[in-house]
């Protein structure tokens, strides 16, 4: 079985696949999506999406991170896929399931769904421009308007040539509300021929258990759990194997964060400086009652030194606990 970490689109950028992937139980990541147009783009976008392509398409402990690519004309893709490979790339994924507005008003992400063909013709022309050795992966939602389309599109993405096929476990209008309609992704299994990975609504090592038995296979991909629990892979590990594990604590997690605020603090203006943090708090809340005091504590904290005073009060607290 294998455990991947979700494209999240402003949210799992590099130093959070680092991370994660450092936390263990990962197989392999997916970067944010690359929007394509009409262009050849040139190497410092692959490059601020996937810094990774400069260490041989792997995080820093070594996991694997495929490159993914959001269009909706197949020559471009085709021509900047290739180029990715030229680059370093090892996988290329394509995007047919993002939901947002923007882009699926400008022909990108979910809205392709409502067209199997062009799906089809995507995936086709990135699969014959880059090498055979190169998979060609694809991640889908169950439809856009409604989850009728589903079998058309998972056909589409197997008979052009994809190696793989993930799949959200809703469609577009169902947005991320619950359930994952985990049932439809046995019915793909039982069709293709490729692996097809689960991705939606897996918060716990039970939801893990849950959506293997309704989909009827055990390869999955995580986000918004995985987010929320950073060791969530490795803890369904450790259950699938029948070893003791001790959650991540609190602690661990405050100083996880304050590791990654110091990291990232340099690449933003001074009062955007905390923001990802507030935003990775606002998942971790699920998980831990301590997260949504510490967001309370610096959500209207904009200054270096404010945020620096808050991490501190934070982290004295946890020694505290530990003591």
Not at 158 to 177: P, Q
Request: net charge neutral; charged share 25%; glycine share 6%.
């Amino acid at each position: 079985m294998r455990i991947m970490l979700a494209p999240m689109e402003g949210v799992v950028e590099h130093h959070v696949r680092d991370i994660l992937t450092r936390i263990g139980g990962l197989d392999g990541c997916v970067t944010e999506f690359i929007r394509v147009t009409d262009q050849k783009l040139p190497y410092k976008v692959f490059y601020k999406f996937a810094p990774e392509l400069e260490s041989g398409c792997n995080t820093p402990n070594g996991t694997p991170v495929r490159v993914q690519l959001l269009g909706s004309k197949p020559e471009p893709m085709a021509i900047n896929a290739l180029e990715l490979v030229n680059y370093g790339a090892k996988a290329i994924d394509l995007n047919f399931g993002c939901p947002a507005k923007t882009v699926n008003s400008h022909e990108g992400g979910a809205c392709l769904l409502r067209t199997p063909d062009r799906v089809y013709s995507i995936i086709k022309a990135v699969r014959d421009a880059v090498p055979v050795e190169i998979p060609v992966t694809a991640k889908i939602r169950l439809g856009y308007e409604d989850r009728s389309s589903y079998m058309d599109n998972a056909r589409a993405v197997e008979a052009a040539g994809a190696n793989e096929l993930t799949v959200h476990a809703r469609s577009k209008v169902d947005g991320y509300k619950p359930p994952a309609y985990w049932h439809y992704i046995a019915d793909i299994r039982a069709e293709l021929k490729i692996p097809v990975v689960a991705n939606g609504e897996i918060w716990t090592v039970e939801d893990y258990l849950r959506c293997c038995e309704q989909s009827a296979g055990v390869d999955v991909m995580l986000g918004r759990g995985l987010l929320s629990r950073p060791d969530l892979a490795r803890h369904i590990k450790a259950h699938l194997n029948n070893e003791d594990y001790t959650p991540l604590t609190w602690p661990e997690i405050c100083t996880m964060l304050y590791d990654y605020y110091r990291l990232t603090t340099p690449l933003y203006c001074e009062r955007n400086c905390g923001n990802r943090v507030k935003q990775w708090l606002m998942y971790l809340s699920r998980q831990y009652p301590q997260a949504t005091v510490f967001f309370e504590a610096i959500k209207r904290k904009t200054t270096p030194s404010e945020l620096e005073t808050c991490f501190q009060d934070a982290l004295a607290a946890c020694s505290a606990i530990r003591q």
